[in-house]
C-alpha cells in the first residue's frame, strides 16, 4: 500500500529551527510537495522536490532523499505565525497527491 | 503562484436541499480539478478527480449520486451536494493542477458547509 509518515504534532520556540520529517511509500515517484495549512483555511503550497537534494526558500528549505524514502521541511527564525499543519504530499506514478496526515507546528514565545 | 477561487465561502443550509459550490482557476487553464473533504482535526480526504469535458472519478466510498462533479470547462469546476444533511457539513476544498513538470496543485479558499 501507499504510505506518508510525518508527526502528528511538534513544538517549537520563536526564532529557533525546526525540522519536520516525512517518510513515504509509494508506487512510483513523481516528486514530493510540502504545503501549509492554518487552522481554518485552505492549504498553500510550499515547496516541491522531485531531485535528490536541498532546495532552499527564504526561511523554509526542503530536502529529499529518493533512495531512503525520506524528506524533511526545514523552518528557520521561527514566528508566531507559522503556527499551522505542515502537509507532505508525494505524487505517485499516476500523478495522484498520496497525503500525509500533516504535523502540526506549535510555536511558543 | 496560481489562483483559484472557490464560491461561496460560507454556505448554510436546511437538510434536504442542494448546495452547489464553485471552483474557478483565474490565471491559468486547469484539465484537472480535485475536489477534497475535511473534517475538523483531520487531513484533508480526496473525493474526486474532475477533468475537463469528461465524467469525474469518485475515491472509494464517495457516492456520485450525491456529490455531483462538473467540470464544464478549463477554468470551472462545480461541485453540487445533493440532499445535503447534518453529516455532510464539512470543509470543502478544490485545488487546480497546474500541468507541467511541476504538476502543482493549488487550492481555493474552501467553503464551510452547515447543513441544519
Known amino acids: 500500500g501507499q504510505n506518508i509518515d510525518q508527526p502528528t504534532e511538534m513544538t517549537a520556540t520563536e526564532g529557533a529551527i525546526v525540522q519536520i520529517n516525512c517518510t513515504y511509500q509509494?508506487?512510483?515517484?513523481?516528486?514530493l510537495f510540502w504545503y501549509q495549512q492554518h487552522a481554518g483555511e485552505a492549504p498553500t503550497f510550499l515547496s516541491y522536490?522531485?531531485l535528490d537534494g536541498l532546495e532552499e526558500k527564504g526561511r523554509f528549505s526542503s530536502f529529499l532523499s529518493r533512495s531512503k524514502g525520506y524528506s524533511y521541511l526545514l523552518l528557520k527564525e521561527l514566528q508566531m505565525k507559522d503556527s499551522a499543519s505542515y502537509l507532505c504530499a508525494v505524487m505517485d506514478s499516476n500523478y495522484q497527491l498520496i497525503w500525509g496526515a500533516g504535523t502540526k507546528l506549535i510555536i511558543k514565545p | 503562484g496560481a489562483v483559484v477561487s472557490q464560491h461561496p465561502s460560507w454556505v448554510i443550509c436546511k437538510s434536504g436541499t442542494s448546495v452547489k459550490i464553485e471552483c474557478r482557476s483565474l490565471d491559468f487553464q486547469a484539465t484537472t480539478m480535485f475536489w477534497y473533504r475535511q473534517f475538523p482535526k483531520q487531513s484533508l480526504m480526496l473525493m474526486a478527480t474532475?477533468?475537463?469535458?469528461?465524467?469525474?472519478?469518485?475515491e472509494q466510498g464517495v457516492e456520485k449520486d450525491k456529490f455531483l462533479i462538473n467540470h464544464a470547462s478549463l477554468t470551472l469546476s462545480t461541485l453540487t451536494v445533493t440532499s445535503a444533511h447534518p453529516e455532510d457539513s464539512s470543509f470543502y476544498i478544490c485545488s487546480a493542477r497546474v500541468s507541467g513538470w511541476r504538476e502543482t496543485q493549488y487550492f481555493g479558499p474552501g467553503t464551510r458547509l452547515l447543513v441544519l
Open positions: 509509494t508506487s512510483g515517484f513523481n516528486g
Open positions: 474532475s477533468n475537463e469535458g469528461s465524467k469525474a472519478t469518485y
Open positions: 522536490n522531485v
